[in-house]
């Protein structure tokens, strides 16, 4: 059964104060491991997808890793408007295999 | 226009009822989803559909129901609302391509909440 973990639950840090989330997961087969940031009362947005062990991406102030137990995202001087929950999802397999999704993170930067 | 759209956004209704959600979306995806999310459990998977002739159950699709009226159209039922289907409602779509990593666009959720 794949498994996702996500710590920690929530965390809070002032602005300018870089910091890591962690993503990890069980799963047999990866087909892609996915970070989606979701702002209260909205859908989940789509971040990165990583799919092997070393892969790297960014986005403004993000950076996702992916190894081959964990993923993290980095934050790097996070502003407030980087307040989000962060959740991370795996697939497994074939594309016509579902994504099992961690129960998040919840970001506050502080002013 | 968003790309997944939800109705109603805010629904309350009392035990027993008939409770209908409805989403449509125009990213000419073949692929939907509707998940429900609550609080410390993540987004869990209701039901999904590779196209307007297959559906299938996910992980927690006990006491729900869906049709898939076109390629555009999914929408989630529950028969007869209870207390514990009070949640946050999320339809979405995705489409494979090459990497086959299903890649979901969300719409912008429904809150249920049953009485």
């Given amino acids: ?111 | 226009d968003a790309d997944v759209t939800q109705t109603p956004r805010n629904r309350i209704t009392k035990t027993g009822k008939r409770i209908m959600l409805e989403c449509s979306q125009t990213k000419g995806h073949d692929r939907m989803y509707w998940y429900r999310q609550d609080p410390g459990l993540g987004l869990r998977l209701i039901y999904y559909s590779f196209d307007v002739k297959d559906i299938n159950k996910g992980e927690i699709s006990d006491g729900y129901s869906v049709s898939r009226q076109a390629q555009a159209k999914f929408s989630l039922s529950l028969e007869s609302a209870i207390p514990n289907q009070t949640a946050l409602y999320f339809c979405a779509t995705s489409d494979p391509g090459t990497s086959g990593a299903n890649v979901l666009t969300f719409g912008a959720g429904s809150r249920l909440t049953v009485l």
Wanted: glycine share 10%.
């Fill in chain 1, 1 to 111: 059964e794949d498994q996702v973990t996500q710590s920690p639950e929530a965390l809070r840090l002032q602005e300018g104060e870089s910091s890591s989330l962690n993503c990890s997961y069980t799963v047999s087969g990866l087909r892609g491991l996915f970070w989606y940031r979701q702002d209260p009362g909205k859908g989940p947005e789509f971040l990165f997808t990583l799919y092997s062990a070393g892969e790297e991406k960014e986005k403004e102030r993000l950076k996702a890793t992916l190894t081959k137990k964990e993923s993290f995202l980095h934050i790097t001087a996070p502003k407030p408007e980087d307040s989000a929950t962060y959740l991370c999802a795996v697939q497994a397999g074939g594309s016509a295999r579902q994504l099992t999704f961690g129960s998040g993170t919840q970001l506050t930067v502080l002013p």
